[in-house]
């Protein structure tokens, strides 16, 4: 790649929708879990088999507080069931709450619980890991894009292991064909992995008539690792139905695409009926999609405005309109409306959204929390514990998630912590620091400026990814897409990159020739690479060394 980027036109006008954040939520069945900016984790609900984290059993804790054992070094999380599990820093992985059939990397039998985090052996260069709804099984993510699998085998073949495969693995094992991935989705029979190119594989239940898997097996027999017929999708998301199938979702150029469970409405989101799924579905009245995020028997999606729109079940009050009436499905209830429906009650655009079986969440720019959902076991954090009690619009919890630092990667190289020396602290190896070179001219309405990276010889060549970053003065940060040539929003689980491939002895990235740029004050742009075989291993692995570097403030 020898090329340099020129930003024509203004960056000014570029349409710029509410930042992803890194702080995000997860949640299990009645516990959610904070990932706050400085690398600290916040934990409440219910914690009888230990998920909360804090060293004791607390059967309702709606109060929110810190997993001291973790300190400040966590980067991704994780929950299903009464399962917790979360990434830190080193890319250690660490579990905790009912860890039964050998989720703590070790054959164990049923009833076995941890009540603050212990470390899964076997386990290193780890950038995610995800939880089967369930919470019987454990799947991390490697630098490599290799899926790891552990803990319960429920005769779909979910560990990867075809059929005949044990009921349990209490050790981490390679699920053999699983590589190459950058986002994974799971239920508690069937995992999706995509792949850089937007391609999917599949693994564990093959439902034929629900899932349109190229595969001649029966529908009760195990999946290996197979390819499926989705392909070219930037995000994808799965909810296990309570049909062995589940249910996956996809955005493919802005589009909703579903395909699996055609029993519970959230397929076509209550517009009609769907007997069948030969191909994916496209959900109309849905469009210019960022994220969607699915649990339980609904949805929630989140478009580039950073609106928010549900489909499925509203019993729990999950679709967030004030109601807990659904949208249609099949066998149509009483008071079934029509999806999507529109979330109330958020005061504007949101980063991200996250949803379980019983309570959903969203989190604004600012590292404001909001939850609804069911109140059982103080899981909506906002000190109510009534069994099978509703909110049913977002309500703001007394929390933050503090100030994204990472957008001033320069002086840190890890969210809000001084770059001392050593691994992911800022400092690179040495002999192997990459040369930033910046120069600028003229006032801010009449910018010249310019900007590269030259790598050091042992990097060149290398299988990696350069990454452009515009953090604005808000605090919200885009990335240049390279693909679409446009600056996206900043994604923690789907990193958009510059170029993606071998690297360049140098690249020239930054090419302004007379811009007003004044609408943009106060903005910042970063350069940085890092080495992998794609975006997000690659994002991670420049985290870690620090190869990233503050070339444009705008003045």
């Not at 929950?79 to 070790?106: E, F, H, M, T, Y």
């Not at 020739?513 to 690479?529: C, E, K, P, R, W």
């Not at 992998?532 to 692995?541: D, L, T």
Request: charge should be neutral; aromatic fraction near 6%; charged fraction near 10%.
């Amino acid at each position: 790649m020898r090329r340099a980027l020129v930003l024509a036109g203004s960056l000014a006008g570029l349409a710029c929708p509410a930042l992803a954040a890194i702080p995000h939520v997860v949640i299990g069945d009645y516990h959610m879990l904070l990932l706050n900016a400085d690398g600290s984790v916040t934990s409440w609900g219910r914690g009888d088999s230990g998920q909360l984290g804090r060293g004791q059993a607390d059967r309702n804790n709606p109060a929110p507080a810190k997993i001291a054992s973790l300190g400040t070094e966590v980067v991704a999380l994780t929950a299903g069931g009464q399962l917790s599990a979360a990434v830190k820093r080193d890319g250690s992985v660490w579990v905790w709450g009912n860890v039964s059939d050998g989720l703590i990397g070790s054959n164990t039998s049923g009833g076995q619980f941890r009540y603050e985090p212990v470390q899964v052996p076997g386990l290193s260069g780890i950038v995610s890991v995800l939880a089967a709804t369930n919470g019987y099984s454990l799947y991390a993510t490697d630098s490599n894009g290799q899926i790891w699998a552990w803990g319960y085998d429920n005769g779909y073949g979910n560990l990867g292991l075809g059929p005949g495969g044990p009921q349990q693995r209490g050790q981490p094992q390679p699920v053999a064909g699983a590589t190459g991935i950058v986002q994974l989705a799971v239920t508690g029979t069937q995992m999706i992995g995509r792949r850089q190119d937007g391609s999917l594989i599949g693994w564990g239940s093959n439902a034929v008539r629900d899932n349109p898997i190229q595969a001649v097996a029966a529908a009760t027999d195990p999946l290996g690792v197979t390819a499926l017929k989705p392909t070219g999708l930037a995000f994808i998301d799965a909810t296990a139905t309570g049909n062995a199938a589940g249910l996956y979702y996809g955005i493919k150029n802005g589009q909703a695409l579903a395909w699996g469970d055609t029993n519970s409405g959230m397929l076509t989101c209550g517009q009609e009926n769907a007997q069948t799924a030969a191909q994916p579905y496209t959900i109309k009245n849905l469009a210019n999609l960022r994220q969607i995020a699915a649990g339980g028997g609904s949805a929630l999606f989140v478009d580039g405005a950073g609106s928010v729109f549900a489909c499925g079940q509203g019993s729990n009050g999950l679709l967030g309109d004030g109601t807990t009436a659904s949208t249609k499905w099949d066998s149509v209830p009483a008071n079934a409306k029509a999806g999507p429906v529109r979330v109330q009650g958020l005061p504007g655009p949101v980063s991200y959204v996250f949803t379980g079986a019983f309570a959903a969440a969203a989190l604004m720019p600012d590292g404001a929390v909001y939850t609804w959902g069911r109140t059982d076991g103080g899981v909506l954090g906002n000190g109510v514990t009534t069994s099978n009690g509703v909110v049913s619009t977002p309500t703001r919890i007394a929390l933050n998630a503090g100030v994204d630092n990472s957008s001033n990667p320069g002086n840190t190289g890890n969210p809000g912590t001084p770059g001392t020396g050593g691994p992911g602290t800022g400092t690179p190896a040495p002999g192997t620091e990459p040369a930033f070179s910046t120069a600028q001219s003229g006032p801010l309405n009449n910018l010249t400026a310019r900007a590269g990276v030259t790598l050091p010889a042992a990097h060149a060549g290398q299988p990696g990814a350069i990454f452009v970053v515009l953090a604005l003065a808000d605090g919200r940060v885009l990335m240049l897409d390279g693909a679409q040539s446009t600056f996206v929003p900043y994604n923690p689980f789907a990193t958009a990159a510059l170029y993606v491939g071998a690297l360049p002895v140098s690249a020239p990235i930054l090419n302004i020739n007379g811009m007003d740029l004044s609408a943009l004050v106060g903005s910042s742009i970063f350069l940085g690479y890092g080495l992998g075989v794609n975006s997000q291993a690659a994002v991670n692995e420049m985290l870690r060394a620090g190869r990233f570097s503050n070339v444009l403030t705008l003045r």
